[in-house]
């Protein structure tokens, strides 16, 4: 049955769900793992009938069904050939809470924050946490039985379900009982799949006993110990861990936990992971509520590509411990901390008991598997050998063999785990851009397994076997426990219609891998993706599917992914659309990046940046939808946005020269209708006014220090060099920030007590105040400003409509321009985020990492924030009892980041808030025809509801011009920028 015909006759059995589009199949064609099966449809049930309608039909058509929550499992456990059924969409609700029972009632879609959040109101929590907790699905828990790091206190998910409704692949729908508490197997129970399963566990028991259940991280294969008549015949936790092989899941009973009253966190440090490794059977009998081990390789990789900020105090030595303790007072966990402290063989520790300092030493693990998916040296890293587990007392020597057997088969990882449980995470640069890679995975991956073998281990410890491991249980398991498996799988499902290829009769390990070397994309590229080596393909495979971006964000202070806040549709995820990216230049899609899949999981991305910052992996959707428009239009006729919006400097420019008589036009329906349609705007949008006099029409005559200056004529053309001599820019030099001691050095070294000031499109023809705000704020700290006669436009709204010749042509004249101010260490200070967001990175990627001019330009350029903080004696005006709701631009927060902003501001006296999130004008986006309601809707997930609860006077800071015209169009509230703010401050105090 094609995949037409199968959504065809699925809907026709009434689920009303079902999409069989290319773009939908190779969006779902992989979760987080190294695996690629297209599947032939993607189905989103409703309710439990939907699902045994599904379940019906592919029993009777023999087509493979695979059930899946977010999507995160890294072994291949949610990619199927037939049909996909997505739980997250629409069954996702905790239908009940009992605080007295401590139990929650939850359908398979539920996220686990979800989840936890309801819980908290009752000082409870479900136990488990793995690090994918804001997006994981209680449903993609049970069937990997995930654990996380608290599962040390808490049990893993198998000890954690009561009960749970589901449908076997008989399409028997089943309810577990209970455990008996009493010897099991006496009794028939009225259900055929349940008497079918004590006669193969009775037949069964020895190896049961002896094999299976050895350590608490024995997560390979299944888990038949639970079925033992001694354990009460538990048919709920056995399912957990079976990975949708034996049944569909339409609900769970899952047990909560007391929440400790306070937790105090003990960092230790060691010479070494091993080291450290060592002495965690030490540490198990303080009963630790987590025991989490790091090394110096992943804090390295936070520090250089999070910045010196997110890395917090931590002991001396290269590998640590974290050890979390809960207590009900600070005088038992200080007591608690003591006594571990000293078992602990440590050579330095540190006792943290601030919450924010815990959280960011928690960040660190948290994001390790992300970050870890690059090496030190910036290759990929891969999952497929991720999270074998030995008896705890092992780890130290297991992780010595281990570091060897990498380094014999000339391969590099980044370990880290849950220690207290003997779990090691590593991801692996596995050569598959070589022809031989897939070669090289698979001799490790045999190797890999008896080291772990030999060691009484497992080959997974909380992420299932999947695709990636089922082929070697073999190596860990007798035949007559593989027997057993094989065995309970055929009661449960003798058609193999559920997941099959996994764990039993599995698919070869390095079957359906979706790395193996594509085609590169590098020639005739605008960008240069210096991190990939030059490669769009390798740039796009950046994504490992963790699916950070569609996570529950609301006040998490992130931005990505704004459209999938909105939508909840994968295709609108930073993952989704990166899947469909991958189909394109791998040539699975018809049309390659010009194919209507790709402009249609592009259509809805806002060009935020988000995650360029927030992806663990760096995944940087603007910069390739930017090249995906460029490739697409290049020598073609355009969207009309393009022409309007995509050109609305050169507008502005000519609009200034009689502003007035534009305003009046925009303003008059007809004229504004027609304007609207002919230029592919929405209609319900409002276009902002342009000012009545441009900055640069300004006339210094207000007191202001302002020198407009000519610009100099600069050597060699679009070469990017200047006729000065050379200042050597560090190699160092990350792409987004400045050297902060290159940049700190020529500022105190600046020619006199002059800054330039440079005024983009947006400011000198929409907000001129703005401008003219942060003059007054610069004169203020003695400062005379110069700004460039000439307009200088970094081409952002080229950029953003994929026109990249232009957008370089402009950015070559605006660079070689500033250059000029740079290299005389005289600061460039900008105001609208994004255009300082094109100078600080994509004028680099455009122009070339070894253009001198641009990298020079990047590390000088300043925010305003950024430049007074570090000015020597400049102190803000009081800002004592002032409420301010901040909307950080989205560019702002990806590529400077907002924190010195916000440290300006408390540091003045102010009550700071931020809104995470993205405003949903984001430039063009808001405005272009067919995205008006996924605009209102992404600004209705934070920054709305934000400002409407804001207390009565709060002050609303916006820098970005597309926040404000946002604010003032959909809320009616007047925002200001930070120079306005310093500039003006509330009760007329300005400062020095």
């Known amino acids: ?104 009632t939850v359908e398979p879609g539920a996220v686990l924050d979800t989840l936890q959040v309801q819980a908290a109101r009752y000082g409870l929590r479900f136990g488990p946490d793995p690090s994918t907790h804001s997006r994981c699905t209680i ?199 003591d006594a571990l402290i000293a078992d602990s063989a440590a050579g330095d520790s540190l006792l943290v008991t601030d919450p924010a300092h815990a959280a960011a030493v928690w960040l660190i693990r948290e994001d390790g598997a992300g970050l ?85 281990g497992s080959m997974s410890g909380e992420h299932g076997d999947g695709r990636a491991r089922g082929e070697l249980l073999p190596l860990m398991y007798s035949p007559a426990a593989l027997s057993a498996f094989a065995a309970v799988k ?17 698919a070869p390990a390095d079957a359906d891998l979706r790395l193996q070397p594509p085609p590169p994309f590098a020639k005739g590229t605008a960008f240069r993706y210096p991190e990939d080596g030059g490669d769009l393909t390798a740039a796009v495979h950046r994504c490992t599917g963790v699916a950070r971006c569609r996570s529950e964000t609301t006040g998490a202070g992130i931005v990505m992914c704004p459209s999938y806040q909105a939508t909840r549709d994968e295709k609108d995820s930073t993952r989704g659309r990166a899947r469909v990216l991958q189909e394109a230049v791998n040539g699975s899609l018809p049309g390659g990046l010009r194919a209507p899949e790709v402009r249609e999981v592009l259509d ?127 190699d160092s030099l990350r792409r987004d920030r400045p050297e902060p001691a290159q940049a700190a050095g020529r500022m105190a070294a600046g020619a006199g007590r002059t800054v330039v000031l440079w005024v983009d499109s947006f400011t000198d023809h929409f907000s001129p105040e703005v401008a003219l705000a942060a003059v007054r704020v610069l004169n203020r700290a003695g400062l005379s400003v110069a700004v460039p006669r000439a307009a200088l436009c970094c081409g952002l709204t080229w950029i953003s409509t994929g026109q990249l010749g232009t957008a370089r042509r402009k950015l070559r004249r605006t660079v070689d321009a500033l250059a000029r101010y740079a290299e005389a260490g005289t600061p460039i200070i900008a105001l609208e985020p994004s255009c300082t967001a094109v100078l600080r990175s994509d004028a680099v990627d455009l122009l070339g990492g070894d253009d001198r001019a641009a990298r020079l330009v990047a590390a000088s350029v300043r925010t305003l924030a950024e430049f007074l903080t570090e000015l020597p004696g400049w102190t803000p005006p009081d800002l004592s009892g002032v409420e301010v709701l901040a909307q950080p631009h989205c560019h702002h927060h990806a590529v400077m980041g907002w ?52 207390a009565p006077g709060t002050l609303i800071l916006a820098d970005g011009f597309s926040c404000r015209t946002q604010l003032d169009q959909l809320a009616g509230v007047p925002a200001r920028h930070l120079a306005e703010l310093l500039a003006e401050p509330p009760g007329g105090e300005e400062g020095p």
């Open 372 to 456: 870890s998916a690059r090496t030190q040296s910036g290759a990929p890293a891969h999952s497929g050998w991720e999270d074998a587990a030995v008896p705890p007392g092992r780890l130290g020597a297991y992780l010595r063999e281990f570091e060897a057997l990498m380094s014999a088969h000339r391969l590099t990882g980044l370990p880290y785990g849950h220690f207290g449980d003997g779990c090691l995470h590593v991801r692996i640069d596995f050569p598959f851009d070589r022809t031989d890679g897939a070669k090289v995975f698979r001799a490790f991956l045999l190797d890999a397994a008896r080291l772990v073998a030999a060691h009484g």
């Open 899 to 950: 924190d010195t902003d916000r440290a300006l501001l408390k540091g003045a006296g102010a009550k700071v808030t931020s809104v995470g999130g993205c405003c949903g004008l984001a430039g063009n986006f808001g405005v272009e025809r067919g995205h008006y309601e996924v605009s209102v809707a992404v600004a209705e997930t934070q920054l709305l509801p934000a400002v409407r609860g804001a």
């Open 604 to 730: 809805l991305c806002l060009s935020c940046k988000g995650c360029r910052s927030d992806c663990p992996t760096g995944v940087d959707m603007a910069t390739y939808k930017a090249e995906v428009l460029h490739q697409t239009y290049r020598h073609r006729l355009r969207p009309a946005s393009h022409y309007t919006l995509g050109w609305l400097p050169r507008w502005a420019r000519l609009a200034s020269l009689a502003p007035r008589v534009a305003n009046a036009l925009l303003r008059a329906r007809p004229t504004a209708t027609l304007a609207k349609r002919l230029g592919g705007i929405d209609p319900r949008r409002a276009l902002p006014p342009f000012a009545e006099t441009s900055f640069r029409g300004h006339h210094p005559d207000r007191g202001l220090r302002l020198t407009p200056v000519d610009l100099l004529p600069v050597s060699g053309g679009h070469s990017g060099s200047v006729d000065r001599p050379p200042v050597q820019a560090d």
């Open 139 to 337: 449903g993609g828990m049970i069937g990997n039985n995930a654990c996380g790091s608290r599962a040390l206190a808490y049990g893993r998910t198998a000890d954690n379900v009561l009960t749970l409704d589901l449908l076997t692949g008989t399409g028997e729908r089943l309810s577990t009982p209970r455990p008996s508490g009493s010897p099991a197997g006496q009794d028939g129970t009225g259900s055929p799949t349940l008497d079918a399963l004590r006669r193969v566990v009775g037949e069964n028991l020895a190896v049961i006993r002896t094999e299976l259940g050895r350590f608490p991280r024995q997560i390979s294969g299944y888990s038949l110990e639970h079925l033992l008549p001694e354990r009460g015949f538990d048919v709920a936790k056995a399912m957990v861990g079976s990975e949708g092989t034996w049944g569909v899941l339409l609900e769970a009973e899952v047990l909560l936990v007391e929440a400790p009253a306070r937790t105090a966190l003990v960092v230790l440090g060691y010479p070494d992971m091993a080291t450290a490794a060592d002495a965690v059977p030490a540490l198990l009998p303080h009963r630790p509520v987590a025991l989490e081990g790091i090394d110096a390789r992943i804090v390295d990789i936070v520090r250089a590509r999070r910045g010196a900020s997110r890395v917090p105090p931590l002991p001396k030595g290269g590998g640590w411990l974290l050890v979390e303790l809960g207590g009900d007072s600070a005088a038992e966990l200080r007591s608690a901390a």
């Open 1 to 104: 049955m094609n995949p037409s015909d199968l959504a065809e006759a699925l809907r026709r059995a009434g689920v009303r769900d079902v999409d069989a589009s290319a773009r939908r199949r190779a969006e779902y064609s992989s979760d987080a793992s190294l695996y690629r099966v297209p599947p032939a449809v993607v189905a989103f049930p409703r309710d439990a009938e939907e699902v045994t309608a599904a379940l019906a039909l592919c029993r009777a058509e023999g087509v493979p069904l695979t059930p899946r929550g977010a999507g995160t499992s890294i072994a291949g456990n949610a990619v199927g050939s037939g049909v996909v059924l997505d739980f997250s969409r629409h069954m996702g609700r905790v239908k009940s809470l009992d605080p007295e029972a401590r139990t929650a």
């Open 490 to 506: 055929d009661v449960f499902d003798p058609d193999g219609v559920l997941n099959p290829g996994v764990i039993v009769r599995p």
